[in-house]
T-cell receptor, first 119, second 113 residues
Framework: DTGVSQDPRHKITKRGQNVTFRCDPI?????LYWYRQTLGQGPEFLTY????????KSRLLSDRFSAERPKGSFSTLEIQRTEQGDSAMYLC?????????????????FGAGSRLTVL | DQQVKQNSPSLSVQEGRISILNCDYT??????FLWYKKYPAEGPTFLIS?????DKNEDGRFTVFLNKSAKHLSLHIVPSQPGDSAVYFC????????????FGTGTRLTIIP
C-alpha cells in the first residue's frame, strides 16, 4: 500500500473555472476526510465520509463545494466557479473505524495534498 | 473560534537540547490529543497521541504531557536532531460521533546544528 494519494498535486486555474481533486485512501480505511490549509494556518476540516456516506460537512463548505465517495473507495472534491479565496492546499486523509495510536486515538493518515492557485 | 491554539509560531533549539512545543485548548469535551509533524511539500504525519485519562505518553525521544485542569499539553523532544526541523501541529478530537480532528495553527521548529 502506497498510502493516501492525491491528484493533481498542483492546479492553477482562472477565477470562475471549475476544478476537481481526487483522493485515493488507504485501501482498508473506511473513513475519508477532506481538509483545507492556508498559509500560516493549521488544517481546517471540510467534510468526512464513512464508506460512501457523507456524515459531516463544515460550514466552510459553501454551495460551490461538493464532495463524493461513490463506491466507498476514492473520493472527489469539486469546486465550482472558483474564487481567489479558494487558493489553498486541499488535504485528504483516511482512517479506519478502530481507534488506533498508543492511546486509542483516531489517527488520520494524510496525503501530500493538492495545491490550488486561483488567478 | 480557535479551539486549539499554538501561540508560538516558531521555535529554534540547538541540536542535542530539549525542544518543548506547547498547545492550549478550550473545548473540555476533547478526549484525545495528537501531534503531527509536517515537512514542506508533504502532508502531516502522525507523531504521538495521548488520551485525556492520562497525563503522559512517551515514545522514544518524544513525550507528550497533558494538564487537563489547565487545558494545556506539551510535546518534548529530547535530544533534538536536525531532522526534527518541521512544522508541528497539535490536534484534538471529541468522543465517538464527532470523529474529526481539530488542529492548531502550528509551530515551526528549527534545530540549529
Amino acid at each position: 500500500d502506497t498510502g493516501v494519494s492525491q491528484d493533481p498535486r498542483h492546479k492553477i486555474t482562472k477565477r470562475g473555472q471549475n476544478v476537481t481533486f481526487r483522493c485515493d485512501p488507504i485501501s482498508e480505511h473506511n473513513r475519508l476526510y477532506w481538509y483545507r490549509q492556508t498559509l500560516g494556518q493549521g488544517p481546517e476540516f471540510l467534510t468526512y465520509f464513512q464508506n460512501e456516506a457523507q456524515l459531516e460537512k463544515s460550514r466552510l463548505l459553501s454551495d460551490r463545494f461538493s464532495a463524493e465517495r461513490p463506491k466507498g473507495s476514492f473520493s472527489t472534491l469539486e469546486i465550482q466557479r472558483t474564487e481567489q479565496g479558494d487558493s489553498a492546499m486541499y488535504l485528504c486523509a483516511s482512517s479506519n473505524a478502530v481507534r488506533q495510536g498508543d492511546s486509542g486515538a483516531n489517527v488520520l493518515t494524510f496525503g501530500a495534498g493538492s495545491r490550488l492557485t486561483v488567478l | 473560534d480557535q479551539q486549539v491554539k499554538q501561540n508560538s509560531p516558531s521555535l529554534s533549539v540547538q541540536e542535542g537540547r530539549i525542544s518543548i512545543l506547547n498547545c492550549d485548548y478550550t473545548n473540555s469535551m476533547f478526549d484525545y490529543f495528537l501531534w503531527y509533524k509536517k515537512y514542506p511539500a508533504e502532508g502531516p504525519t502522525f507523531l504521538i497521541s495521548i488520551s485525556s485519562i492520562k497525563d503522559k505518553n512517551e515514545d522514544g525521544r518524544f513525550t507528550v504531557f497533558l494538564n487537563k485542569s489547565a487545558k494545556h499539553l506539551s510535546l518534548h523532544i529530547v535530544p533534538s536532531q536536525p531532522g526534527d526541523s518541521a512544522v508541528y501541529f497539535c490536534a484534538a478530537s471529541a468522543p465517538f460521533g464527532n470523529e474529526k480532528l481539530t488542529f492548531g495553527t502550528g509551530t515551526r521548529l528549527t534545530i540549529i546544528p
